[in-house]
């Protein structure tokens, strides 16, 4: 059976995405690929390592920035905006923390869950799916909920899928967030819904930037 891949391949600010071949599809047409049986990936060079991973049907990137050794990158469902969204997928890069000895992928995952927790104390819960390996690199899954993810005027739930990865020099982040109603009561662990997102977002992969390649990035997207 061939393999046929598209890649999302984001080159600048913005995010300004480009597809794979020379005369690529717009992506408006990238679903339309899908149902062909092409498999979609964006491939993302965040400091130090090229973050690639499977890119989930339906959304579209709406945010990026980088300052002060942090990247971060957002992607909503189509027709969705930053202000109001339904689910968001999130990719995130902190620059050089992979050389503190003493900070593992769970110390990181633990230390985002906190932000959480502060957040809804009383309708916070998490769950670890515990460590994993991404290619080499070591890394750690977790889901987080908020029962009251916003106090303060309209309320609802917040629940993500965190996977944090410890590259060469650098930490990574992919997350998926949904929102939904509001609870009192922490909001209960469905892991048969997380466990398949988790496999829509696979293979999950760091690679080596190569001097002087250009996207689509054909060391990292050609790579098993």
Known sequence: MIHKLVVLAVV??????????NNAPPLKK????RQQGYSVRTITPIFSQLVTFSFPKGFVPAFEDAKDGQYIQESVLEGESLKKWSQMVTITGAKGLASNPNLTPAGFAGGMAGGFQRTCPDSYTATGLGEMKFGNHDGFVAVVSCGVANPVGESYSESMLLIVIKGERDYYTIQWAERGEASKTPIKFDNAKWAERLKRLTPIKLCPIVPGERAPYPSCANRT
């Open 12 to 21: 600048s600010t913005l995010c300004l995405p480009v597809l794979a071949e």
């Open 30 to 33: 990238v679903e339309a690929l």
